[in-house]
């Protein structure tokens, strides 16, 4: 079956930096925009960044853009979210999704930032 797995999130000082991976199974990882989202607390899921199937194409939400770097690697299935300059708005939990059949997401990771 389709299983999404997320990994990397924790605490991280303001200014610092994380490395989240998701990895998938269960489906033509390679066919899919892979998206990253996160869901702060008493607030709704958030868009985060997207990558096209092959990763020659990539979006941001203005909040993170030029800080978070989405990236895959196809032969791993897996996505990655570099997220560097983190702020404590940036804390939350991360979802990475893609959309086959249904909306799909994996159990997220917990991104917190605070001194």
């Known amino acids: 079956q389709v299983q999404l797995v997320e990994s990397g999130g924790g605490l991280v000082q303001p200014g610092g930096s994380l490395r989240l991976s998701c990895a998938g199974s269960?489906?033509?990882?390679?066919?899919?925009?892979m998206n990253w989202y996160r869901q702060a607390p008493e607030k709704g899921r958030e868009l985060v960044a997207a990558?096209?199937?092959?990763?020659?194409?990539?979006n941001y939400v203005d909040s993170v853009k030029g800080r978070f770097t989405i990236s895959r690697d196809n032969a791993k299935n897996t996505v990655y979210l570099q997220m560097n300059s983190l702020k404590p708005e940036d804390t939350a939990v991360y979802y990475c999704?893609?959309?086959?059949?249904?909306?799909?997401w994996g159990q997220g990771t917990q991104v917190t930032v605070s001194s």
């Open positions: 999704n893609f959309r086959g059949a249904r909306n799909y």
């Open positions: 269960g489906f033509t990882f390679s066919s899919y925009v």
């Open positions: 990558i096209s199937s092959g990763g020659g194409g990539t």
